[in-house]
């Protein structure tokens, strides 16, 4: 039997799927993720993308939706199919050299986590892969998100890295990809997305990445058989490195 709740708490919303396990069967950990979504959407919105991913990917994981910290300044892309309100996690000029508010939605992002985790990974779409993208690089700097654990694994949907092709860099974002990031990653990338070679590119700087190429454009994708084997297989070894790590000490005092 599976529980299924999608409990609302602060600006998040946590969907989580989990299947009863046996008495006395250890179950490896279910990995707890936090959830970006797109530039002018919603952590609802992303959920919806999400949710049509097979449940036997779903029931296995622990996902936290999370709004971004400032109201859409424009018109969104998914007025059609979807209803405000929107958001946004940082702004940018025309050009996308210069940016606005990316420190402080840093801030927003650590504030929740502190309040709401420890969360294993990262999920991202859009606008909020590139934060996915960047964070454990600003993490190992010290630029951002110093007061919570280091992210241990990420999922990249239309992401890219700054500086690309096409983006400037943010000032917390300078030394985000110095040196190869070397926490393990799932990318997925369209052929059809008008970021696939800026998602190519942020490829290069991962350890051994894991990517999946889908048809489409710039969208959550349906998962095929093949790639619903590859995400399967992604997060069995993420549950399994989970599992592996020494359980934390508790003071006897």
């Known amino acids: ?21 046996p008495e006395n069967h250890l179950k490896p950990k279910n990995p707890r993720i936090l959830c970006l979504h797109g530039f002018r959407t919603s952590g609802r919105i992303l959920q919806a993308g999400i949710g049509k991913w097979p449940d036997t990917i779903l029931r296995d994981l622990d996902l936290d939706f999370l709004d971004a910290p400032f109201p859409a300044t424009g018109k969104s892309d998914v007025e059609r199919f979807f209803d405000p309100p929107y958001y946004e996690w940082y702004q940018a000029n025309k050009g996308f050299k210069e ?26 779409f859009s606008q909020g892969a590139f934060l996915t993208a960047a964070i454990p690089g600003m993490q190992e700097q010290g630029t ?27 000032k917390a974002a300078v030394n985000a990809f110095s040196s190869p990031v070397r926490c393990p990653s799932l990318h997925f990338i369209g052929e059809r997305d008008f970021l696939k070679t800026e998602g190519e590119v942020l490829v290069e700087s991962f350890v051994e990445p894991v990517v999946i190429h889908h048809s489409g ?14 995400v399967l297989s992604f997060f069995q070894r993420i549950r399994q490195m989970l599992s592996d790590e020494p359980a934390p000490v508790r003071s006897l005092m």
């Open 1 to 21: 039997m599976l529980g299924h709740s999608y409990p609302c708490f602060q600006t998040g919303l946590r969907f989580k799927l989990t299947a009863m396990a």
């Open 99 to 124: 940016y606005r508010n990316f420190e402080e939605c840093l801030a927003y992002i650590e504030d929740y986590m502190l309040k709401n985790g420890p969360f294993d990974g990262l999920l991202g």
């Open 217 to 230: 454009g710039h969208i959550i994708p349906k998962l095929d058989t093949e790639a619903e084997e590859t």
């Open 144 to 170: 951002a998100l110093t007061k919570v654990p280091k992210v241990k694994f990420l999922v990249i949907i239309s992401g890219a890295k700054f500086p690309g092709l096409m983006f400037g860099e943010p």
